[in-house]
């Protein structure tokens, strides 16, 4: 990142470490007993419209939700379709998929991480947040996801 950024990634703290399982209540179990997560809300699967890698798509997703100390811990179960969350599955992984960082400006952002070569992965919409996961996996070894609470009139100007 330049010094002339508007943004300073170092700032930030992760709010979340989503983790990709074949099966989240076996894990939701695991994290509660091992690691003392708190008891995690598990939600019915849930159909969503994302953008992969420039193609848009539907695909179905089960998530749960608990907390270790101050961070979320965000569960997710592909149950049908194609996202970065199945790819995962199918290279044979299953754990930490993504760190996740609440941002004020997730444009610019990503502006910042596309100057570097970093190209978008996947994002979308859920409820009142923009979501966009960034293609780190190489420098980091994970995936880094910037959220951002939709504000009035961003929806129809979305594009990344």
Known sequence: MDNESQIDIKTLRPNQLGYVYKDIEKHAKIME????????????????DVTVRGVK???TIKSGFGRIFDTEI???????????????LEEGREGLHH???KVD??????????????????????????YVYLDTEKIFNTIIEFTEELKRG????LSF
């Open 33 to 48: 007993s091992f690691l003392g997560a708190s008891k995690f809300v598990i939600f019915d699967p849930l159909e969503l």
């Open 57 to 59: 798509k539907k695909f």
């Open 74 to 88: 965000e569960l997710l179960q592909p149950v049908e379709g194609e996202s970065i969350y199945t790819e995962f």
């Open 99 to 101: 760190v996740s960082y």
């Open 105 to 130: 400006n997730i444009s610019a952002y990503i502006d910042e991480f596309k100057k570097t070569g970093i190209k978008v992965l996947q994002w979308g919409l859920l409820v009142k947040l923009v």
């Open 154 to 157: 961003m929806r129809n100007t």
